[in-house]
């Protein structure tokens, strides 16, 4: 039997992963290289802690007052478009603390599956990608951090993530005694960890290809033929594919692939940046999440530290701004005040889109007009995170075995 996959970032790989070792014959489809997506750029957080979707009355009402500065931590970039405006609506719609409620179970059920997964991972041998569990700060500087962070440990205590903590002053910086810190104090989330992204990349695709699975790159799909409710082949600039089973894991290009399935996905592309310091002159025991600064900052793999934040609603076609990777700069120097890192030249920063659903949640499932395909993507600041979880699901899904997890939440057809 026969697969085929589109899209080479994380979802994709681990989706692969399942399938191949459940007997498929595995073809992946990338529009690039395999090297240039989402899933490389990220701050490698492995993370049950966010269990909070991107759609929330606050970050509406933030966003609102913010969507006219361009470099302000979540900008949507203003502009006549349809495909905004419709996602915008029911982003809106969404951002209710009912939906927030609800969110944070299977946000928190699909993480502790892909925890788990990335773990077992760990026994393949040369399998290699920085992993960690130290878990995860979410430092705070104000009052109004101080009470987000109260509420956020009940929450995550109501949830069964009983090992997490609230850290004050002192003991945070005695956790982090090679820096100063500035902040009141911290959330400390022990359920979480962290890889170094590339690593598990890199890894990934070499161990798909050594079991049999076929990487084909540039091959940017722009038609499906379709026959008696089935996708039937899969048409690139150059080439057609004839596979059993489709499995649409094209990331922030998602609403326009589901498209040419005559199927409704609302999705927008959210830029991310990042800034990684490869021999780093600073040192950090853990992660960190930055509250107020919406910024976020991970040693990865020895002496690696990595910058990341923000959240750009725009198009894939928006020249990057490097006033939005000065922000993220800026808000480590206010927490790390020893900190003191110049913007890098445009080419040694990274930045991708990550796939928005308008909801925050992922989109996991079959659509219903078709009998052969699987659908993953929408999983916003979360593909990494919830990559190997997604890619067993896929796997249950296309096998017909009973899923791990309710994927209800997820359904893709949802907004429909």
Known sequence: ???????????????????????????????????????????????????????????????????????????????????????????????????????????????????KEYESWLSIPGFDFAYQQKGLLEIFQTGTGAEHAKHTLEKAHALGLNDTRLLDRETLQSMEPHTRISAMGAILFNCDAHCYPNKLMQNLLVYLEQ????????????????????????????????????????????????????????????????????????????PAVLLEGRAAITPMDGNKIRFGGTMEITSHKTPPRMNRVQGILNAVKRFYPDFDVPLPSIEKIWYGYRPCSADGLPYIGRIKRYKNVTVATGHSMLGLSLGAGTGKLVGEIVNNQPTSMSIKPFNVERFS
């Open 211 to 286: 079991c049999g699975v076929k990487l084909v790159p540039h091959q940017e799909v722009i038609k499906f033929e379709k026959v008696n409710g089935q996708i039937q082949k899969i048409i690139t600039r150059d080439r057609a594919y004839e596979q059993d089973e489709v499995i649409m894991a094209t990331g922030s290009w998602g609403r326009e692939t589901a498209k040419l399935m005559d199927t409704k996905i609302p999705m927008m592309p959210g830029r991310g940046y990042s800034v990684t310091l490869e021999n780093s002159p600073y040192k950090v025991n853990y």
């Open 1 to 115: 039997m026969k697969a085929t996959i589109i899209g080479g970032g994380i979802i994709g790989l681990s989706s692969a992963f399942y399938l191949n070792k459940s007997g498929w014959e595995v073809t992946i489809l990338d529009k690039a290289d395999f090297t240039d997506n989402c899933s490389y750029g990220n701050c490698g957080y492995i993370c049950p802690s966010h269990f909070i979707p991107l759609a929330t009355p606050g970050i509406v009402k933030q966003g609102l007052k913010w969507m006219w500065n361009s470099r302000s931590p979540f900008y949507v970039q203003p502009r006549f478009d349809w495909n905004l405006f419709n996602w915008g609506l029911k982003f809106i719609r969404s951002a209710t603390k009912d939906h927030v409620q609800t969110a944070a179970i299977p946000l928190r059920d699909i993480a502790i599956i892909s925890k």
